[in-house]
């Protein structure tokens, strides 16, 4: 029998399509997501929601206890962009969670936990080509330091206590049933938009700017596979890297001109350019492949292709 799972953040990119795929996967009961605010219609209409604040550890106490909830999936957080304005903010939002769900599993409250770190971890002095799993880790932004420290915590807990904590370090994440917010990837979403709406787009991104991405699709099956492995065969604790594919603004411009040939991109760097110029640009993902059989499943252009179909039929 399913034991009851809780989505923290589910109402955000990641967090709309892991409760959708998690409720047809478990059922809709046994999966219960919360966030800060509703969600879409849809996702409030499918199964049970409970408004939470992820920093406040007695609410979700309360609603583990309830539903007596076996699994929890964090994925509240305050991400790259919107962390440089309200540093104090992010930290608070991005550690506190993290203490509260692995406190509720050191004391056996819940059993497993799975909390997305991201290649923000990585920083200006580490090889940005096939960045490997273990390397030099000098973040230099806020939400990287905190996705640092969280990995540390996470393996910390593992050792000492047996907490079962499993992690990715996603890349930036395309995707086209829920907007992503306060991101440096987050131009390789809108563009689609824009070239559907406006035929033109300004990037905040240089057109060099290389960074490892990955389809909605691909990132949801990587979580849900990880959740699924075999304790034993995991040797990484902190978070795995994974890999998909990686690209420029320029390449993702070219593919889409071959839908839409008349589209027009313009650039204009903002503050943005400098975390993105910090980070990767493309991951070595052997480790994941090795220990749970991780393969991604979409490069650009089928990607491109999803994209620009499904915002056709939806807007
Ligand atoms: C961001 O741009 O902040 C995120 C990430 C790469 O973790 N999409």
């Given at each position: 029998m399913q034991k009851p799972i809780l989505i923290l953040g589910a109402c955000g990119q990641i967090g709309t399509e892991l409760t959708i795929e998690l409720r047809a996967k478990y059922g809709s009961e046994n999966v219960v997501a919360s966030d800060i605010r509703e969600g879409s219609e849809s996702l409030m209409a499918s199964g049970p929601f409970e408004l939470l604040d992820a920093t406040n550890y007695e609410a979700i106490e309360d609603v583990v206890m309830h539903y007596e909830i076996d699994e929890v999936y964090l994925m509240a957080a305050m991400l790259s962009a919107t962390a440089e304005k309200f540093p104090m903010r992010a930290w608070n939002l991005n550690m506190n969670s993290l203490f509260n769900v692995l406190n509720l599993a050191k004391d056996r409250k819940i059993n497993k936990i799975f909390w997305p770190s991201s290649i923000?971890?990585?920083?200006?002095?580490?090889?940005?080509?096939?960045?490997?799993?273990?390397t030099i880790m000098e973040p230099s932004t806020v939400y990287g330091i905190s996705k640092q420290s969280g990995e540390r915590w996470c393996e910390y807990y593992f050792n000492k206590f047996g907490v079962d904590v499993r992690s990715v370090r996603y890349p930036g994440l395309i995707s086209w049933k829920t907007m992503p917010g306060g991101g440096t990837t987050d131009y390789a979403v809108e563009i689609y938009h824009e070239a559907l709406k406006k035929g033109t787009y300004s990037c905040f991104l240089n057109e060099s700017t290389k960074l490892p991405m990955m389809y909605m699709d691909d990132a949801i099956r990587a979580t849900i596979g990880l959740m699924e492995s075999d304790p034993e065969k995991l040797s990484v604790r902190s978070s795995y890297n994974l890999g998909s594919m990686s690209f420029a603004p320029k390449e993702i411009t070219q593919s889409i001109q071959k839908h839409i040939p008349g589209f027009k991109v313009t650039y204009a760097p903002d503050f943005r350019q400098e975390i993105a110029d910090s980070w990767p640009s493309s991951i070595d993902d052997t480790t994941a492949k090795k220990d749970w059989n991780w393969k991604p499943a979409f490069d650009l252009d089928s990607t491109t292709g999803e994209m620009l179909d499904n915002l056709k039929k939806t807007s």
């Open positions: 923000a971890v990585f920083g200006p002095n580490t090889p940005k080509e096939h960045t490997p799993q273990n």
